[in-house]
């Protein structure tokens, strides 16, 4: 990874985002890639990409917080994919980030209520059940409440 990051760096390249794709990275390994990234980029250059195919996605993402990276591709609802591994799935939900760092006090500037109707809103209209942990359970807790109150 080293090596590529710096080819990367010696080309030109800007940006570069860690990316596991096809979601069978674990926090270590994603560790492992930003050491070896970091070397070549500064932080404010580096990404996280985390699919969420084997449920790591927020841990992995989580990995990288704790190394100082700050910017992160999501996915509401978790959509999305990858053309070259069957089976795998999207990207990390966006809710389920974003629950997550407003539960580290750490503020996005993002409503994850209206994530959440966003989320059910394009689930609804692709015929497919969001992928998201947190809006599974806050649509839930919402369905709940409104059956107590029509009681």
Not at 68 to 89: E, M
């Amino acid at each position: 990874m080293g090596y590529l990051a710096k080819l990367m760096k010696d080309i030109g390249v800007q940006h570069i985002g860690v990316a596991d794709t096809i979601g069978v990275g674990t926090p270590i390994k994603v560790r492992k890639a930003l050491e070896a990234t970091l070397q070549h980029f500064d932080i404010n250059d580096v990404s996280g990409h985390f699919h969420d195919t084997y449920g790591q996605a927020v841990a992995n993402t989580l990995a990288a917080l704790a190394m100082g990276v700050w910017q992160f591709d999501t996915s509401v609802a978790g959509l999305g994919g990858c053309p070259y591994a069957k089976g795998a799935t999207g990207n990390v939900a966006t809710e389920d980030v974003v629950y997550m760092l407003h539960g580290m006090g750490i503020e996005t500037g993002l409503d994850l209520d209206k994530l959440v109707d966003a989320g059910a809103f394009i689930s609804q209209a692709l015929g497919r059940p969001t992928q998201s942990r947190v809006a599974k359970a806050l649509l839930a807790k919402r369905d709940s409440a409104a059956v107590c109150e029509a009681v």
